[in-house]
């Protein structure tokens, strides 16, 4: 059973940023990759941003350059730096984690881009 505390979501202006942030706890011994999806409103699930064991990161084309995935290792916790949003960005952010006895997912959090 994992748990997961997730912050950082609200209200931004276009242009704004904001930070996420995911700690996780429970029973994980070996993490493989940890990492923010985001769904938005009549539009299927997409990965943001992740963060492989050994430090390699992905992003989705649309937010290369403007967003930053950290992680703590030894605080299990991962983050996601967002400049520059954008309301079509509006949308749910969960936390992903894949470990060793499989994948869990955050409840999510709301993040809304608007004037």
């Known amino acids: 059973q994992v748990h997961f505390v997730e912050s950082g979501g609200g209200l931004v202006q276009p242009g704004g940023s904001l930070r996420l942030s995911c700690a996780a706890s429970g029973t994980i011994s070996t993490i493989y990759t940890m990492g923010w999806y985001r769904q938005a409103p009549g539009k299927q699930r997409e990965l943001v941003a992740q963060i492989v064991n050994g430090g390699s990161t992905y992003y989705a084309d649309s937010v290369k350059g403007r967003f930053t995935i950290s992680r703590d290792n030894s605080q299990k916790t991962v983050y996601l730096q967002m400049n520059s949003l954008q309301p079509e960005e509006t949308a749910v952010y969960y936390c992903?984690?894949?470990?060793?006895?499989?994948?869990?997912w955050g409840q999510g959090t709301q993040v809304t881009v608007s004037s």
């Open positions: 992903h984690l894949r470990y060793h006895l499989g994948i869990s």
